[in-house]
């Protein structure tokens, strides 16, 4: 649909990381100006996993831009 209806943009998506680097809470930052594609922003942000050798991760946050271009 976000192709059909030419929809680009970027996001910015806070990802709070439990400690074993799994995601523990996303939220918007800033938006493409698109549901649909901040939606898909926020679902992407969920399925991140981060490793740190010897850092507790526990409550540390990270920016994660995500990018929308149609080619």
Request: a negative charge; aromatic letters at 2%.
């Amino acid at each position: 649909m976000a192709r059909h209806m030419h929809e680009e943009g970027n996001a910015m998506v806070d990802v709070v990381l439990g400690s074993e680097g799994q995601v523990a809470q996303v939220s918007l930052k800033s938006s493409t100006g698109y549901d649909d594609l901040d939606s898909t922003a926020l679902a992407a942000a969920r399925k991140v996993q981060c490793t740190a050798q010897g850092h507790a991760l526990a409550g540390t946050h990270v920016l994660l831009p995500v990018t929308f271009r149609l080619h």
